[in-house]
């Protein structure tokens, strides 16, 4: 399998910056879904980061609970609410999202999961899956078949191994997400030290990011970020290069101000905006 570094060069090449002329309405919209009792901070990471990645709209969709908070963390994300207090229970919506970010914070209460097979069974709209939405796949793979072509998967090292099963050494985890990608035409985002995304045949390898990273909601900044970048009509697979490589980026650009051990992931939001700007300078 060939491998490509995401270095700086490559990133460049497929850049989109902003043009004088846009507006919101052609900038994307994004919907992010998930959250439940006492896990709505991911999505709050999740949105906020989607908005600071160039979005021009990003709606929320989380069960009640979430509304308030979501709702005052950003007055520029709008809010749609489940029927269910707790936890997601139907995923309805009547806007047209250009991409969809799941997954993150969203439990897997059977009432969750019959959830999100309805909609996986109605959607056409290009997906990223998150968290507890790769754990529900992991235990009914046979869901795997509704996904749309080039669905990204971004799943963390326990997340791969309940979707794959174990292995014995790195070249035949990295050989098993092929085979499962190309059987299945997705992306894998495998997130570690460095992320790699495999796209069938190939292996890109992520060049920016450290130990910092290596906190809690980092994920979920990351799939606000690519989810962005796919609302803003990046192909799938320039998404999660250009996202990974930002996303590391921002811990390497903050390194020196915050050190290891006090940088979070809203760090990691706050630095986008240096991110973008190095690639412009």
């Known amino acids: 399998m060939k491998t490509i570094l995401v270095t700086k060069e490559k990133i460049l090449e497929i850049y989109k910056p902003i043009f004088n002329e846009t507006h919101k309405g052609i900038q994307g919209h994004a919907l992010i879904i998930g959250g439940s009792y006492g896990k709505i901070g991911s999505i709050v990471l999740s949105t906020k980061a989607c908005l600071k990645s160039g979005c021009g709209l990003v709606t929320s969709f989380v069960p009640k609970c979430g509304y308030d908070i979501v709702q005052i963390s950003f007055p520029e994300a709008m809010v749609l609410t489940d029927a269910n207090k707790k936890y997601i229970s139907k995923i309805e919506f009547e806007i047209i999202p250009k991409a969809i970010g799941i997954g993150m914070g969203m439990g897997q209460e059977e009432i969750t999961q019959k959830a999100f097979y309805h909609f996986l069974k109605t959607n056409k709209t290009q997906l990223l899956i998150d968290a507890d939405g790769i754990n529900i796949l992991s235990a009914n793979k046979h869901w795997i078949s509704l996904l749309p072509k080039k669905t990204i998967l971004t799943p963390h090292f326990k997340e791969l191994e ?41 292996s890109y390898k992520n060049t920016t990011g450290n130990a910092a990273l290596a906190t809690a909601g980092s994920g979920d900044v990351l799939s606000g970020i690519i989810t962005s970048l796919l609302a803003q009509s990046y192909e799938p697979i320039e998404a999660s290069k250009l996202g990974v490589y930002l996303h590391g980026l921002t811990a390497d650009l903050a390194l020196p101000e915050t050190g290891y051990q006090s940088f979070t992931a809203s760090a990691i939001i706050d630095y986008l905006g240096k991110a973008f700007l190095s690639l412009e300078n």
């Not at 495998?190 to 992320?195: I, S």
């Open 162 to 202: 309940r979707l794959l099963g174990k292995w014995n050494s790195e070249e035949e985890k990295l050989e098993m997400v092929k085979d499962f990608s190309t059987k299945n035409n997705m992306i894998i985002v495998v997130k570690g030290a460095p992320t790699i995304i495999i796209d069938g045949q190939n």
